[in-house]
Each structure stands twice: as C-alpha cells, then as structure tokens.
C-alpha cells in the first residue's frame, strides 16, 4: 500500500460550522499531524463527527480555514479531496459481493482491471478477509462487515482516513480486537487518521493525540495519558476515566497554616504543592478530584481519612470497583479483588492527597 498519506496533515483554522443559530463547531484551531492516529472524543452533540464531515466536504464551514496539507479545501468537493471516510454503519452495497464493495471506489475511477484485482487482493490480505471475497454482506459477520468497509476505504490509498465510530456497532470481545488491529494497521499504512468516538476507554487505547470536545468547543488536546493525569478543567476530569473521577465539593478553611478542604461530612487538606496558588486565587469554594485509584482502605483513622458504607461491590476481574456513601457523599474505590468485602460492610478510605486535582467550582477550571 502507498504511504502517501504519511506526508499530508491536516489543519483547521478558526472553523465554525452553525445549524442556524447552534454552534455544532465553534472556533476549531487545530493540526491533526502527519501520519497522526487523532481521536476527537466526547458525548453526543459535541461537534466530532461535524468536524469530520467537514475535513470531508460532506459539510461547508460557516466561517474559518480547512487545509488538506497545504490545500485550501474549502471549496474543493469531497470527491477531489482523497479522503476516505468508514461510517458507523459500514454501508455496504447489499446485492454486491465483498470483492465488488472494496473495488467500487476503484470502478468508479474507471481504473484498469489488473490494477484494481491488485489492489483488492492486496487489501483483502491486510485485513484477513480473502475468503470472504465472493461473499455478499448478508453472508457475514459485524466484524468481518467492518473489515470490508475499512477495505473500501484502504483500497482508494487515501491522504487521510476519517472513521466516524466504526467500532460501535459489534461486540465487546470483538471491539477489543479490532482496536488493536486498527491501531496495528494504522501504524503499517502511515496515513493521517482521525477517529470519532464517545467511547473514552476506546480512545485511551488507540489514539497518539485526544482531542476532547463539548457543545462544539475543545476542551484539551493532549496523549491519553495527559488528560487522564492532568485534565484541564472538571468536564475533562469527569469524562475521561472509567470509573470516572470523583468530584467532591468543599469550601476552603485556613487552619494551622494549611489549607482544609471542609466537604461536610469530612474534612481533607490542600496538597502542599498548591497552597500558594490556592492562597493567590482568592477561590473560596472549590471541586476535588480524585480517581477511584488514590482512595484506599485503611485499618484506621487519620488525615484525609473518612468512614463509608459500602452500598455496592463491583468486581471486573483484574480489580474490583467499591461504589461507598461517606456521610451522604458518593465516592467510588478501585481496589485488589482478592479483599473480600459485602454490601453493607464499613470500611475507612483514605483519600490521597498529593493526588488531588483541584477546580474552581464556579467555572471547573483548573486550579494549579
């Protein structure tokens, strides 16, 4: 397969797509790299898969740059932008055989026979779907179905591939391991991707680059492993994570020489680190966060320690999630799945402060 598609980016310049008076992307500033896997993640309605169908030419910007490589493409029609987009819902021809789904981009060019055998064979190989080519779409399965849908796609050897959640519609185990195969495929192709999704454990575990996004606004752009451990704001900290992060209410007390965190039914400090900042903010009231992860079980009390009731036991194999009310706040524990412990049961959680993140509570930016 070529690897064309290496040498291209992807560039958004002050984009705003409106729905007349809705803002489904509002004042995108962006570069999609070359080469890059770039995940645009967030809940429905967030603007992801406008500004896809607007890299696509499927949607006119109402304002604002779109550039594939150094082209202008704003009034270019998406037939002349060669990008490849896979759907949801695969779209397959019904009354066309595999072989003739993943070749007619290539009919359609008018290419020659041999070239376009080639290429379907070629591709086919790729994806492990060569006895499945004289099969119609009715003839197999969900997985294989999104195989030949990423084949149609691969076999027109695209600048960039737009996948608008192609994974959704197959089951677990199998989304599982087309995860990894499009993340193994990507990285052989070298082609420029990006990759709708609402799943945040999807994009955690096949982008480079997330880029998470609400009512139309980026909210933070960073690796998967930056905006779990530092989200820029507490819409970021809730949405990514699984279980998501907890987020505790409190109001902020000086007491002797630090700062506490007073959240009712318990009392936590502010994390050394962030006093000063803390100090110089003048916030009064303030969102702690913290992951499932930094709270612990501990034999007894002490700072940043607080007694819970354990309403619900989750096990998922490699942990175990405990969903606890502490004095009539929700808290959510990951802990070792070999504790054995009931609905019911009282434990003592320690909370762990240096692993704090704090938000200001009128707006849910980041306080650091």
Request: aromatic share 6%; net charge neutral.
């Amino acid at each position: 397969m070529s690897r064309q598609g290496s040498e291209l980016r992807v560039v958004y310049e002050h984009v705003t797509k409106k729905f007349g008076e809705v803002a489904a992307v509002d004042d995108l500033n962006l570069e999609v790299k070359s080469g890059e896997f770039l995940i645009l993640l967030g809940p429905s309605g967030c603007g992801k898969t406008t500004t896809i169908r607007l890299t696509a030419g499927l949607e006119n910007p109402t304002g604002g740059k779109v550039y594939i490589g150094d082209r202008l493409v704003n009034d270019i029609p998406p037939r002349d932008r060669n990008v490849a987009m896979v759907f949801q819902d695969y779209a397959l021809y019904p009354h066309l055989t595999v072989y003739q789904n993943i070749s007619f981009p290539l009919r359609v060019r008018k290419m020659l026979r041999s070239e376009i055998d080639e290429r379907v064979r070629k591709v086919a190989e790729m994806l492990r779907i060569t006895e499945l080519l004289q099969r119609k779409p009715k003839e197999i399965s969900g997985g294989q179905a999104q195989r030949v849908a990423l084949g149609r796609a691969m076999v027109r050897e695209p600048s960039v591939f737009l996948l608008d959640e192609p994974l959704s519609n197959i089951d677990a185990k199998l989304r599982i391991e087309m995860r990894a195969e499009l993340v193994k495929l990507q990285r052989e192709l070298g082609t420029t991707t990006i990759y709708v999704t609402h799943d945040q454990e999807e994009a955690m575990t096949i982008g480079h680059r997330i880029v998470i996004m609400n009512k139309g606004v980026v909210q933070q752009v960073g690796s998967p492993l930056e905006v779990y451990d530092y989200p820029k704001s507490a819409f970021v900290a809730r949405f990514i994570g699984s279980p998501a992060m907890n987020m505790l209410e409190g109001n902020l007390k000086e007491k002797d020489g630090e700062i506490a965190i007073d959240m009712g039914a318990f009392v936590c400090f502010v994390p050394e680190s962030l006093r000063n900042v803390v100090r110089e903010s003048n916030i009064s009231e303030v969102m702690v966060g913290i992951r499932p992860e930094e709270i612990t079980i501990v034999g007894e009390g002490g700072r940043s320690t607080v007694e819970a009731k354990i309403d619900v036991v989750e096990p998922v194999g490699s942990d175990t999630y405990l969903y606890l009310d502490a004095g009539g706040t929700a808290l959510v524990a990951r802990t070792d799945p070999h504790i054995r412990l009931t609905t019911g049961d009282k434990v003592r959680l320690l909370l762990h402060e240096e692993r704090f993140h704090l938000f200001n509570k009128k707006d849910g930016t980041r306080i650091d």
